[in-house]
């Protein structure tokens, strides 16, 4: 079958080979990063909502009209939430090439002694 | 009850039932029955997901505190939306790279023995069983107003639907009644909106300056601080929602009806626009009900503020609307109880009975015979604990339900893709002090016990103070994960290798072809 990203058939694999790749390190390195980065980011955003309403009075105050800065805030963490599921599906692609990329090396015996 | 709201409920009732008979037609194999083969595409697993998560709290639940306390309502609002971030960012991929029906599929892929599936089977249970009964419990009550028909009554019509689906028509009866579900869902939920919009001039700023005189907190009602006064409490509450998502059995489980990562992500990406904009739109329901239903009718329909929907739809829409918003919050309740049943009856009968009792010597027949054995088991459980529980003031057991799944699943999952050094001892000591510890500080939490009679299970004084646990039974999770592995010289590199490949590059979720 050819190879279509994530739906390699292959006929025994040997996962010590591709993990010893250098483009299979990189790949799970770049990955990480930034998953957990982004994560850190918004789990940051979205627990400092309760710290502020619960010990400050700063989002109390009227932004526009009659609208307090809470559901401001608020809103912020929507937009946020959609934004970076887009973000996510954007690296998510050049990380399926990548990995397309390290399953055709080690097809073409990449790894392996 | 008038004609009109009997048409929609036998509609719904009768919609789902053809969709089960049409389901039951492509149930043959185990896949069939847990995963609906793998079939879906992104946006049938994401409007499923949808309509497995957003339940009758969601609906009810949140439209009613919105109305009653404004801004702290809409808490939950935030953090369950957000909580698909973590899904998203997390979970998802390679929970679908290296899973197969189950989450214990998922942390057996790399410690494979009976006591890491078992703890993980004990944990979904749990998760599963509190939940349902809940969600079982809000219903009884919810048809027996709606409908006016007896609690039991209303808890063994719901119990008896939600077998029906699962028994007959597995995964795929249950993934269209949740797809059903989600779109009736947004369709009144749209429409309520666009009424409350209309009564405010279609101007956002107009409506949270009406908003700001229309009830007796005045000014507050559109600032934190009606109903969560104390500190701990709220954040604790927020960590139990935004972590305790990417650890619930019944939404994990979706992911394995979609045949790659790159579907399962589709799917989120589907889901958190719906449930997103469906969190938005609880702004509209409860200042609605807030400004044209009002408190004090609100409050004396049910003392939680549940029947806030359905009353601003009446007073919107009249009858018609009404009895369309009450068979909606009727299909909501199904889907997402179906969902349950059948996640419940995955941990059961595949990884109790399957996996740990026969090792996996299980024939297709045999364990279908046994996913269909195990959910009527997970039913009449829950029936039977629901019906027993009607007098309890119960609905902490949803967030209990979520703060378990952070405690006790989310640790382990994540240490089982990210972590190298992990193993089977950390895995056990995650999953059973998250379970433990979130069990036990509930059991001692005002959610429980309270001096004034009635407002909790028990009369007298809790010894642990936070009503949501998760502040302290999240982090203990973690930490038994760390301390657990650092006890135990177990150290698998080799099969660590592995685990990242798969989960990183997907390959082999397709069965090796010779």
């Not at chain 1, 932004?63 to 887009?86: E, Q």
């Not at chain 1, 090396?105 to 392996?112: F, V």
């Not at chain 2, 892929?109 to 006591?115: E, G, P, Q, Y």
């Not at chain 2, 002090?433 to 028990?458: C, R």
């Amino acid at each position: 079958m050819a190879n279509q990203g994530n739906n390699t058939k292959v006929d025994v694999v040997d996962y010590d080979a591709i993990a010893a790749l250098p483009s299979f390190k990189a790949l799970v390195k770049r990955k990480n990063g930034f998953l957990w980065t982004v994560t850190a980011i918004f789990l940051i955003a979205y627990i400092t909502l309760p710290i502020l309403t619960s010990y400050t009075t700063i989002l109390h105050q009227k932004v526009w009209g009659d609208i307090t800065g809470v559901w401001i805030y608020s809103a912020g963490l929507f937009i946020m939430t959609w934004g970076l599921c887009h973000l996510y599906v954007a690296r998510a692609n050049t990380y399926d090439k990548a990995a397309a990329a390290i399953i055709e090396e080690y097809k073409q015996g990449g790894g392996r002694l | 009850m008038s004609i009109v709201a009997v048409s929609f409920f036998v509609g719904i009732v009768s919609l789902t039932l053809v969709i089960t008979w049409w389901a039951s037609k492509r149930t043959s194999s185990a896949s069939d029955f847990y995963t609906a083969g793998g079939g879906l595409t992104g946006w049938q697993n994401g409007l499923a997901i949808a309509g497995d998560y957003l339940s009758a709290a969601s609906f009810l639940g949140i439209a009613g505190a919105v109305a009653l306390f404004g801004f702290d309502g809409f808490f939950f609002s935030i953090g369950y939306l957000v909580a698909y971030l973590v899904v998203l960012y997390i979970v998802a991929e390679p929970l679908r790279n290296l899973g197969k029906f189950t989450l214990a599929d998922m942390i057996t892929a790399r410690f494979n023995t009976a006591k890491v599936r078992g703890t993980a089977a004990l944990s979904t249970i749990t998760i599963v069983l509190f939940y349902m009964i809940a969600q079982l419990v809000g219903a009884g009550a919810l048809i027996q107003l709606l409908l006016g028909i007896d609690y039991w009554i209303a808890v063994l019509l719901v119990g008896f639907m939600m077998t029906i689906y699962v028994l007959f028509g597995g995964m795929t009866a249950t993934s269209w009644v949740q797809i059903v579900k989600a779109c009736l869902l947004m369709l009144g939920t749209v429409i309520i909106s666009f009424l409350v919009l209309k009564e405010f001039g279609f101007s956002i700023s107009q409506m949270f300056t009406e908003m700001s005189t229309a009830t007796e907190h005045g000014e507050a009602y559109l600032n934190p601080g009606l109903r969560y006064t104390d500190g701990l409490d709220t954040i604790s509450m927020m960590i139990a929602l935004v972590l305790g998502t990417a650890g619930l059995p019944h939404i994990l489980m979706r992911f394995f009806t979609v045949k790659d990562a790159k579907t399962a992500r589709s799917s989120v990406i589907w889901a958190t626009w719906i449930v997103g904009l469906f969190y938005v739109l609880t702004i509209f329901l409860g200042f609605g009900a807030a400004a044209f239903v009002g408190t004090e009718k609100i409050l004396a329909a049910n003392p939680a503020g549940n029947m806030a929907a359905p009353l601003l739809a009446e007073a919107l829409g009249g009858d018609i609307l009404m009895s369309f918003v009450s068979a909606v919050a009727f299909a909501t309740i199904l889907a997402v109880v179906a969902g349950l049943v059948l996640s419940g009856a995955s941990a059961l009968s595949h990884d109790i009975y399957g996996q740990i009792i026969k090792k996996g010597k299980v024939s297709e027949k045999e364990q279908v015979l046994a996913a269909r054995i195990g959910s009527i088991t997970i039913a009449v459980i829950s029936i039977v604990l629901a019906l027993g529980a009607q007098t309890l003031n119960v609905a902490f057991l949803v967030s209990l339900a979520f703060c378990i799944a952070g405690s006790a699943n989310l640790p382990v999952i994540i240490y089982t893709i990210y972590w190298k050094r992990f193993n089977t001892t950390g895995a056990i000591s995650a999953m059973l002090t998250g379970l433990i510890s979130a069990l036990i500080l509930v059991s001692v939490s005002p959610n429980v016990w309270n001096p004034v009679e009635g407002k909790a299970i028990f009369v007298g004084e809790p010894l642990f103070m936070l009503s949501n646990p998760a502040l302290v039974s999240v982090p203990l999770g973690f930490i038994a994960g760390i301390i657990g592995t650092l006890l135990s010289k177990e150290n698998d590199e080799k099969k660590y290798r592995e685990v990242n490949v798969k989960a990183t590059t997907g390959i082999s979720v397709q069965d090796v072809s010779h």
